[in-house]
């Protein structure tokens, strides 16, 4: 992680493992982040007979630091 961030600097980490998200969490709150965790799911459209589905994706994490 980038120690010459300002005030203001943004971090956005993709994360797909669900039990890193505690410690990259606490890492960036001891540096001052405020942090902000969102889920991201996505899909992709598979052709069917009549028409199309839906199959989802993986999903992911998104650690929001802001310094």
Known sequence: MAMSMRI????????????????????????????????????KSLSIADGMRLEPNNPVFLLKGKK
């Open 8 to 43: 203001g600097d943004i971090i956005v980490i993709p994360i797909i493992d669900i039990h890193s998200i505690k410690e990259l969490k606490k890492e960036l709150e001891d540096k001052n982040f405020k942090t902000n965790l969102n889920l991201i799911q996505t899909y």
